[in-house]
């Protein structure tokens, strides 16, 4: 990734954050995209020519190793445990993606509450793991492309799936941030046709 590239994400991340917390002051604005500038300087993996190493199927593999005592598989499918959860990853070099799933619960025991809960998690709590429904089971699931992944959003990724399927039932949250308006929880509405959050 060049040095304009990196400036670019590190802006749109910047009025992203600077959206979603309806701040308007623009020198918090400048703050920002200089936080976000230094959160991708120190997850991004430099080789010494500048560049951005990129993850490999087998590179993956190593740091899945890293992760979990338990581990099996490997060509990119494997299995482990993380935080007590049964975790599976699943890498396609072919078409650049990646995948980090969790079982949580059959299709069929499910009750409307329930999908709706998940529905409004997957925007407010869930942040970068989401609900997700495969051959009849609620998966909570992380998506990437495999050649830009990170390590510290692969160690994210498998914590944040992890802790959303394990907090199915309770708040739905893959971690300890969401984004809540005035610190509660709040149900989306369509008054007159709009969409109201």
């Known amino acids: 990734m060049t040095r304009t590239l990196l400036y670019a994400v590190a802006g749109a991340t910047g009025l992203a954050t600077l959206l979603s917390t309806a701040l308007t002051s623009s020198d918090h604005y400048l703050v920002s995209e200089l936080s976000q500038l230094q959160v991708i300087a120190a997850q991004a993996q430099v080789t010494s020519d500048g560049s951005l190493t990129e993850m490999s199927v087998e590179r993956l593999g190593d740091l899945l190793q890293s992760e979990s005592s338990d581990l099996q598989g490997g060509n990119g499918q494997w299995q482990m445990t993380i935080e007590g959860q049964t975790v599976i990853v699943v890498a396609d ?11 949580v619960v059959s299709t069929r025991s499910l009750s409307s509450e329930q999908i709706q809960a998940m529905l409004v998690a997957n925007f407010h709590s869930a942040l970068d ?13 992380f998506l990437h ?47 007159n046709g709009s969409v109201g959050i």
Not at 93 to 103: D, L
Not at 131 to 136: F, H, L
Not at 157 to 167: E, S
């Open 145 to 191: 492309p495999l050649s830009t992944l990170q390590e510290t959003d692969l160690r994210s990724g498998l914590r944040q799936v992890a802790t959303l399927a394990d907090t199915f039932g309770s708040s739905y949250s893959s971690g300890g941030l969401g984004f809540l308006p005035n610190g509660r929880p709040a149900q989306p509405t369509v008054p």
């Open 129 to 141: 793991a989401r609900y997700a429904v495969s051959n009849g089971n609620v998966v909570s699931v």
């Open 93 to 103: 070099a072919s078409n650049n993606r990646m995948r980090i799933i969790a079982p």
